[in-house]
């Protein structure tokens, strides 16, 4: 698949107009820097994206869902650096309270894997969403070896949790790339600061996780599935039009 590669090519495809739909995904936005980026890409190349935040409240504060609406909103602007193309993300934020379920996995020898869990669940949770809307990929800023949970084997770990292709715009970029591409598009200075999703995460997180250990971990608290489903069914929202 073509899409821009720089901000200025995406600048140019937005002035172009909207243009044809390739398709739609639901995105996992954070407060951070680089899933805004990675909307915007695949905005660029014409792609609806529904964005969904893991919120976790109360472990953390409201900070990580204020940062991705407003980014989010600088993204859908008309005057935004998406132009008219901004209007293809879609104007409410689906939330998912996920702290008292991740909380499941601090204890035990599942805490080493706290943040593969953490992505799985994600995704599970976004593959619902996506089933409610009619999208046919997840979306993510993951890049390769950021984060303990982005080394080549967690990934796949991870993938295994989406029923569906998981797209990754930024995965073999350099982090000041990313940067760069934030502060092009206005972004960079609403996500910049601390993340706080490692609050309850272990001193020492695995690199390779065990999926049979995964799996064990998960069915011992009630499966993925289900820990998903309670998180989605008690989701909020929030409006990007502001």
Not at 15 to 23: D, I, L, P, Q, S
Not at 79 to 92: K, V, Y
Not at 192 to 207: K, S
Request: net charge negative; with cysteine; proline share 5%.
């Amino acid at each position: 698949m073509l899409m821009p590669s720089s901000p200025v090519a995406m600048s140019m495809s937005a002035e172009n107009g909207a243009g044809e739909v390739v398709g739609r995904a639901v995105a996992l936005v954070s407060g951070g820097i680089d899933s805004p980026v990675a909307v915007a890409r695949m905005v660029s190349a014409g792609w609806e994206v529904i964005p969904l935040h893991c919120s976790q409240e109360p472990v953390t504060g409201p900070e990580a869902q204020e940062k991705t609406v407003e980014a989010l909103r600088r993204l859908r602007g008309q005057d935004g650096p998406l132009g008219g193309m901004g209007a293809r993300i879609d104007g409410t934020l689906r939330v998912a309270p996920v702290a008292q379920t991740l909380a499941l996995f601090t204890d035990g020898e599942c805490h080493r894997d706290y943040f593969v869990h953490m992505k799985r669940l994600f995704n599970a949770i976004a593959c619902l969403l996506a089933d409610e809307v009619g999208a046919s990929h997840l979306l993510t800023g993951e890049n390769l070896g950021q984060v303990s949970s982005q080394t080549l084997g967690n990934m796949g770990a991870v993938e295994r949790a989406s029923d569906r292709p998981v797209l990754r715009p930024l995965l073999g970029m350099d982090k000041q790339e990313i940067v760069d591409e934030a502060r092009s598009l206005g972004t960079f200075t609403i996500s910049e600061g601390p993340e706080m999703c490692d609050a309850l995460g272990p001193a020492h997180p695995t690199t390779v996780a065990n999926i049979g250990r995964l799996l064990r971990n998960e069915d011992a608290r009630g499966g993925l599935a289900q820990l998903a489903l309670s998180c989605h069914e008690n989701r909020e929202t929030a409006s990007l039009d502001g």
